[in-house]
């Protein structure tokens, strides 16, 4: 089985194509960035025709244009990426992970690198435009993304006890009707004969975690947003980032609760509520990802936690909070196979359980693998919050993650 695909590469090209429409350049002036709406391609396309010397900088990637008002400072320019190239990228061990990838992608990089673009619109340049602008280095997501050496993890060994405990214990989290159903060890005064729960990692069902109108509100968010073919993790990329793929093991449809639902004040709540149970904070979860499941959907067995993102900045997911947002007519439960456990779904109720071992919350714990069970009748909703070891919804914005 795969792992549900989070949602940390979403958007990323669309915003790397976007900038390029900021590109700005003064008519009279090249050196001077304007609001002016015309980009340096169009720019470049007036007044004097291009004139395209195949042969320039073609062992670089895309040949350049040579623009013949400013020849001599673009010769220049790839002349110097050249040598960057031959004398430090082809030779350089650092430079083993991107020497193949590192490709001018675009016939204009050098002419848009002699405008000081290189600086002025750096997401961009640095990746379409590397050798030109001499940042191979940028192709590689561990340099682009570095670790924060003084990053704090939301879970330390022993923090998923205490956070279980405080869920029990704690009087503002009651109203959401907190019952044990896994923990590590009988409570005091407990015995296998008494006990109604399982030994097992931590996990409390709440059978009160969000209103009728809660609920309701997050469906309709969801159509919103527009639901849309769930995906799983898939290959790795040359720049180090993950592709999607849609799998016959994973057939339901999902939208995200990000840009206007994400600002819903009913949205809001409830991210504010994972937080308050969970005391994870805010910024360490995914954006929710709101899950329709019809007749015959399903998701097959798997692990939330994606191994990769240890590397991260994000962290791996660390718990899951899974909210039923309606009744299912029948079907649709989330079976936990190893702990001989289905959390049946009802609208209100939610499940929350560790990816992470208490003694190593950076280990994946394989006991709360997990399926959701085909609907046989009738449709199903859920959402999920999936928490990260550290701030996740920054990275992202970054490209990072
Ligand atoms: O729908 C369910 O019951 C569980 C969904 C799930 O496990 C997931 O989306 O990762
Ligand atoms: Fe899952």
């Excluded at 919103?224 to 799998?247: C, H, P, W």
């Excluded at 006991?367 to 999920?384: D, I, M, Q, S």
């Amino acid at each position: 089985g795969g792992v549900a695909d989070s949602s940390c590469n979403v958007g990323k090209q669309a915003s790397l194509d976007a900038e390029i429409g900021t590109t700005t350049a003064n008519d009279d002036d090249y050196g001077e960035p304007t609001n002016a709406t015309s980009s340096a391609r169009v720019l470049y396309q007036a007044p004097t025709p291009a004139r395209k010397l195949d042969s320039v900088g073609g062992e670089m990637g895309v040949a350049q244009t040579i623009d013949v008002n400013r020849e001599q400072e673009i010769y220049e320019k790839i002349a110097e990426a050249r040598y960057y190239m031959v004398n430090e990228v082809n030779i350089e061990p650092e430079y083993d992970a991107v020497r193949d990838i590192c490709k001018n992608k675009h016939e204009s990089c050098a002419f848009w690198a002699m405008l000081g673009e290189c600086e002025k619109n750096p997401n961009y340049m640095k990746l379409n435009c590397a050798p030109i602008c001499q940042t191979c280095d940028f192709l590689s997501i561990e340099t682009r993304c570095p670790l924060d050496p003084n990053a704090v993890d939301a879970l330390y060994p022993g923090d998923i006890t205490k956070m279980f405990n405080r869920i029990l214990t704690d009087p503002s989290i009651q109203q959401y009707q907190p019952t044990i159903v896994s923990r590590p060890e009988y409570a005091e005064g407990d015995t296998a004969e008494t006990a109604n729960y399982i030994l097992g990692p931590w996990m409390v069902v709440f059978e009160n975690a969000l209103t009728d109108e809660e609920a309701d509100r997050m469906i309709e968010l969801g159509g919103n947003e527009g639901y849309q073919r769930s995906a799983d993790v898939g290959r790795k990329l040359e720049d180090g980032t993950y592709d999607k793929k849609i799998y016959a093991g994973r057939t339901s449809t999902n939208a995200w609760c990000q840009n206007d639902c994400y600002e819903d004040p009913i949205a809001k709540r409830l991210m504010q509520r994972v937080e308050d149970i969970t005391g994870v904070p805010e910024p360490n979860s995914e954006w929710l990802q709101l899950l329709r499941y019809e007749q015959n959907q399903h998701y097959n067995r798997h692990h939330d936690l994606i191994e990769y993102q240890k590397e991260r900045q994000c962290g791996v997911r660390i718990f899951t909070l899974y909210f039923y947002l309606n009744d299912v007519e029948e079907g649709g439960g989330t079976e936990f196979p190893a702990l001989n456990l289905t959390v049946t779904p009802k609208r209100g109720r939610a499940a929350l359980w560790p990816s992470v071992y208490d003694h190593d919350p950076n280990l994946k714990d394989p006991r709360t693998e997990h399926a959701a069970l085909p609907v046989t009748k009738g449709v199903k909703y859920g959402a999920n919050a999936w928490l990260h070891q550290r701030d996740f919804k920054n990275p992202h914005r970054e490209g990072c993650n």
